[in-house]
């Protein structure tokens, strides 16, 4: 652990500053990793309980064809489901750890998760404010919220894997 981070989510309520903040998930595909991020985001963190919402629409990959094709049924079907959410059930501390259990809604259907969990210090930041950081990472299977499109390699193997993994950097600003 860093010099500076401690494992526990600060008392109050805060919200994401989107501008030093990115929401995120990685694939493997083929030979290597596919990733993408989400543009139009919230996360707050009030009573303990961590709240967060993406807007399927905002999802950003290297090509607009493809961008296209994640709004499709094949994947986040958007028409039907605008929006991805998490809210956090219980925060954990075990020894060094923070794990934060929750429950992700993507497409639709809801499935428990447990989130790993670096928290750093609150600081105070140049305009008067405070503000600290998480790096929030899960693995869950695409299947389970109804995600299954391939593309068979010549191999007969599959394309993409159904693992991916959710990850969130986040700066989150203290509200008065």
């Known amino acids: 652990m860093a010099t500076g981070e401690m494992q526990t989510i600060p008392a109050g309520t805060w919200s994401v500053d989107r501008v030093h ?5 990685s694939v493997e595909y083929m030979a290597g990793t596919f990733t993408g991020t989400f543009s139009d985001f919230d996360v707050s963190v009030a009573d303990g309980v961590l709240k967060g919402e993406a807007k399927v629409a905002s999802v950003q990959v290297k090509d607009p064809d493809l961008e296209a ?13 605008p929006e991805l959410a998490f809210v956090s059930r219980s925060i954990e501390r075990s020894g060094n750890e923070l794990t934060i ?13 447990e989130l790993t969990t670096t928290v750093s210090e609150p600081i105070a930041d140049p305009y008067g404010g405070t ?8 693995t869950i299977d695409r299947r389970a919220f109804g ?17 991916v993994v959710l990850s969130a950097d986040l700066q989150l600003s203290r509200q008065e």
Do not use: C
Request: charged share 25%.
């Open 21 to 25: 903040s990115t929401l995120g998930f």
């Open 69 to 81: 094709h994640l709004q499709t049924p094949d994947f986040f079907d958007a028409e039907r489901y």
């Open 101 to 113: 259990k929750g429950d992700v809604t993507i497409k639709g259907h809801t499935e428990p998760v």
């Open 131 to 138: 503000r600290f950081g998480m790096k929030l990472k899960t």
């Open 147 to 163: 995600v299954s499109w391939n593309n068979p390699l010549p191999s007969g193997e599959p394309a993409l894997s159904n693992d």
